[in-house]
């Protein structure tokens, strides 16, 4: 479908606009537009979608841009074989970035076509013309100009609402073979011994494999594949007994680096205990996992030139290229990745999956397709970090902050992990922030907003309880230790519609605050809660958030609605429980997320505010919702929170 | 075995305790019906057997001999979406849409039975069904929307 070979207009350029996540190999120019000579028009970006609505987003604004029919045009996402180098989706960035870049693009190819027009359209139209556009950041005007094309309703609606839509656990391949695989029935644990006898008399069996650690079946049906591995037998030698979350949150500060500090303002040891007050705490957010609607799933096709085609769902084709090139030993111009439609990321759908088709079918010859069972997915997809969090602050008389620290011990191999929303907003002269990391004994991974929900819940809770124990209001403790004007203004919108001010907490109904930033953007909600019969119910949550010029009010709500419910799960239900290695809780029976009839009242605002140019939305609405939700359950029991989830720790069943 | 689908007679030969979910997927070439949990405790499989949110994942092809079984793909008469469909796109009742065609056929089952369902109602129907992406708010109104509208996109 591309337009190859009828091209007669080629807009070409970085891939970007601005600054923003312009790093690595990105190639200073490539093709982003073409236009056809039956006047189609081709967009190409490395970027996914998986929820987000970005080719909905590109698709309206190009063809607005262009004054055509939406079904001219076609987004073409990530293909590594189609489109220009993408670092990844991450960080809420395609839309401002990628989605300038395209704008920029469209209005090229408009002037081009008008001047065209002018003169009296009698020029070679044989010749292809290029037009390249700089990658300057986009000014506030561009944005303003930007905003009005980016439409509501899903051009991609219908698909998903008939079937029609593929995502990679639907995509299949004439003459595919199906790829099941034998693990490790605890981290750690070492194969003995492995016998495929009776396996290999299963119909369908084609071949037991063991290659590049992964062991698994491929069968001529999935059927096949799943039954010939329950006649395979095998020996481990198991040492994951260790691996256990007894040990936490303990060993997250035992076991943890020389904490990594971020700022360090002024004498710390002075300046708390220079105070009238000083308060500390301890937080901890455990263990949770992404638990996306699909489970991972890939299919890999190998050519007898040695190349290598995968389809998959991941959140960058280019970075899951990199890693399958560097774990199969080949060249990543060999490999072609195709990202099909993704049922939900967050973060987590990481390469294993693919590596472990392009495996199969190597061994055996055939193009294999994997698709993980929902047990397979909790027992091996990564998860978010836990995170123990210590705070000391000091306050002078008059409840000013004279000195804030920080240190927060974030499960992982890389004490960047923990960094994302550590810092304090609050005017303590003396701040110290810094983050440590700690060996994790999970596999961990992304999440939305990785760091900073976990840091907001330490940070916000222990600003509520501060409030609370030198009896002030929670909101007044914040705008009186809070410059910022744009933290200032979200915090004094959930005010309004709240009505904080009027707020009736009685015992067994709580209300509770937060205020955070993430990706640029500003967010302050407020949870009301009842405590009753031993269960925690979320009654309504207001949001008023801050993201500069809004493209697409309605797509932003949606984000920030799914963020708060997903964000209200953390808080209440989720925990990735494990012990001996293995995740105990590999199913939906066990690990509780959000239900319809869960769902609070949700109010959003957003403060559109056309002077700030736009930032992040599918990530910032969930940094303050745990603390918002912990604090409003701390109102309603009296009784402070220090760790999540909270359910549990109220009564172990709710009714 | 001849089961009808989406109006279709279809004959397999499977064994009959396979699950509905892999036989529509897998034999029928219908891949509305999602894989989710293999629990029956997601949603995302169901699918209408005569008439009534059936979970495909957890129920024996064998025990669909002679019923009509309906998948999303089979609320499309004419190409024409459902008011059902219609009201899910309209009220952006999705993110990324892995979950939707479940909740399209267990609104779809209410709103035959219940032409007027409150919103207690209608959360109760659903709540056998999760959305990891947090649409809920949406998902209400859209069936809100589409019960004000007669024509739920099946004949049954």
Known sequence: MNASGEVVLRIIGPPFSGSVQQTGAIPKSAVLLEIASDGSVFAYSGKVEYGQGIRNSFTRMIASTLEIEVADVHVILADTARVPYDRGTTGSASTRTVGAQLFRAANAAKNELAERKDSDGSGADTDVVEIEISGDEPSPEEFTRLTPHMGAVRIDGADRVTGKAVFAYDFALDGTAYGSLIRPPSIGAKLVRIDSARAAQVPGFIQLVQANGIIGVVGETKEAADRAVSFVRTRWDETGDDVSDWSLPSALKDLGSDPVSLRDDGDVSAGLSSGARLISGVYYAPYVANAQMEPSAATAEWGEDGSLTVWCANRGPFTERAYLAEHLGIDAEKIRVIIEEVGGSFGTKSQSVSFEAAVLARESGRAVKISYNRHEEFSTSTVRPAALMEIDAAVDQSGKLVAWDYTAFHAGDNAFRGRRGADSPYDAPVTRIRVADSPSPLPHGSYRSLGGAVNHFGREVHIETMARELGIDPLKFRLDNLSHPRYRRVLEEVALMSDWESRESSDGVGYGLAVG??????????????????????????????????????????????????????????????????????????????????????????????????????????????????????????????????????????S | MEISINNLTHNFEVNPERLLLDVLRQEAGLTGAKYGCGEGNCGACTVLVDGEATRSCITPVGSMVGRNVTTVEGLTAGGELSSVQQAFVDESAFQCGYCTPGFVISTTALLLKNSSPSTGDIKSALNGHICRCGAYVRIVKAVQKAAGNPDHGTSL
């Open chain 1, 517 to 654: 930033f993430d990706a640029g953007s500003y967010v302050a909600q407020v949870a009301r809660v009842v405590v009753a019969n031993g269960t925690i119910v979320v009654e309504r949550v207001d949001v008023s958030f801050d993201c500069g010029q809004v493209f697409n009010p309605d797509g932003a709500i949606n984000q920030i609605e799914g963020s708060v419910v997903m964000g209200m799960g953390t808080a209440l239900w989720e925990e990735v429980e494990f012990d001996g290695g293995r995740v105990l809780n590999t199913g939906f029976g066990g690990y509780r997320v959000p239900r319809i009839t869960d769902v609070p009242e949700i109010q959003v605002k957003l403060i559109e505010d056309p002077s700030n140019t736009p930032t992040g939305v599918g990530e910032p609405g969930i940094v303050p919702i745990a603390a918002a939700i912990a604090n409003a359950v701390a109102d309603a029991t009296g009784k402070p929170v220090d760790r999540l989830p909270l359910q549990p720790q109220i009564s172990a069943f709710s």
